[in-house]
């Protein structure tokens, strides 16, 4: 699961307010002299710096998460100009620049733009590696091999946060939704964002269990993997977040159960 360069420019912080500052959003109602946790500043920047981006309206925005329209291509195009160019030339080396020239293109883009360049650099370095290991095995469907390995330590990972009761569900969205690390001493929000780290952990198990077999039947199956590598990338990362945020959503507030409030109108929409 690429991670997205988080953009510096919306950082933080919302509607003009630090990232954590108490403000009625999805469940929580903001007393008269309520202080944010001391603790909500870094929930804010764990999500910051994981690329995780919130909409006006304190939803989670998925699509710039995953990078925008332009972070997606990044992520996706050297991938399938390697295939195209080696379905047609059948050519390792042909095929392997190729993907190189395509992530080194958005390097380019970037820089044209002046946007920031972590992404695209990460994206050649990964585009690189794996020309590297192809080039040097000679096989081609080992230009998909590091990805595995990569998916594999999110995995661990992941499964690490939700053992210890720091699950990545809860760091990630509980910045968005303004809960800091409150969700932590509430135990229907703890097991919530644990299984909601579960359904992302799952999207990543799911892409070894179809590329693996794959990737295993050689030159055979390299146009299947690639094709497969192209679906459960990003696409398949923006649903299963989507996912993880709705079966993550805290119950609305009902009018009257806390210091006679009415549930904020964030709730009642999520």
């Keep these: 699961m690429t991670v997205p360069n988080p953009d510096p420019s919306t950082g933080p912080r919302y509607d003009g307010q630090p990232a954590g500052q108490a403000k009625p959003e999805e469940g929580r109602v903001s007393g008269e002299g309520e ?39 990044e992520s996706i195009l050297p991938g399938l100009v390697f295939l195209v160019a080696y379905t047609i030339s059948q050519d390792l080396t042909v095929s392997l620049v190729a993907a190189l020239a395509a992530a080194a293109v958005f390097t380019v ?62 760091l990630l969205f509980g910045f968005i939704r303004n809960e800091g690390l409150d969700w932590r001493k509430d135990p229907a929000r703890l097991k919530a964002y644990r299984l909601g780290t579960w359904i992302i952990v799952a999207v990543l198990v799911l892409r070894l269990v179809v ?41 609305p507030v009902s009018a009257g159960t806390e210091d006679g409030a009415a549930p904020t109108d964030a709730a009642a929409r999520d």
Excluded at 49 to 55: S, V
Excluded at 114 to 131: E, F, K, M, N
Excluded at 242 to 247: G, Q, S
């Design 109 to 170: 883009v970037r820089l044209v733009q002046r946007r920031p360049l972590t992404q695209a650099l990460a994206g050649v370095v990964g585009v690189g590696i794996s020309a590297w290991l192809a080039n040097t095995t000679g096989k081609a469907e080992d230009f998909y091999l590091p990805g595995f390995f990569t998916n594999a330590a999110y995995i661990v990972a992941m499964a690490i946060s939700i053992l210890v009761k720091w699950p990545v569900a809860g």
């Design 35 to 73: 202080t944010p946790s001391p603790m909500a500043g870094l929930a804010a920047e764990y999500a910051a710096k994981a690329g995780l981006h919130r909409t006006h309206d304190g939803r989670v925005d998925v699509l710039r998460s995953a990078g925008g329209i332009q972070g997606i291509a």
């Design 211 to 251: 590329q693996v077999p794959l990737y295993l039947l050689g030159p055979e199956g390299l146009a299947a993997l690639a094709t497969t590598r192209l679906i459960m990338g990003a696409p398949l990362y923006i649903l299963g977040i989507w996912v993880a945020w709705l079966i993550t959503r805290p119950a």
